[in-house]
């Protein structure tokens, strides 16, 4: 699985940097290397698209990707038989206690005690 990002963006006449949308399609932890890259693409400092990010989404990016990885584990906890390993790995997490932890911190709740709940 890899990222891939779709940016359309432009500037004003007065130059003022305007982000009409940003989207995440997968995930994956390498996105960190890739934010360099996305500022480069609409000329602006990694700096100053994380900014921007948190000023539209109200999240840094990096807190956006953990958001989209609990919403995904949590679809897949609830729809298919996967083991808490399989979910761990399926949405991009290095481990399963790693996973469990962000899960827990997030959600209240352990995987387990949420896949056990449907």
Not at 12 to 37: E, N
Not at 77 to 94: D, K, M, P, Y
Request: hydrophobic share 40%; aromatic share 16%; with cysteine.
């Amino acid at each position: 699985m890899a990222i891939w990002f779709g940016i359309e963006a432009s500037r004003t006449k007065t130059g003022k940097f305007w982000r009409d949308r940003i989207h995440i399609y997968s995930l994956k932890p390498y996105f960190v290397y890739l934010l360099d890259a996305i500022a480069k693409q609409v000329n602006i400092s990694q700096y100053y698209f994380i900014t921007l990010f948190k000023q539209s989404m109200g999240v840094t990016p990096h807190q956006y990707i953990m958001q989209q990885q609990i919403e995904r584990a949590k679809q897949l906890l609830h729809q298919t038989t996967l083991s808490i390993t399989e979910v761990a790995f399926s949405c991009g997490f290095a481990n399963q206690s790693h996973f469990t932890r962000l899960f827990r911190k997030h959600t209240g709740v352990t995987p387990k005690a949420y896949q056990d709940s449907y």
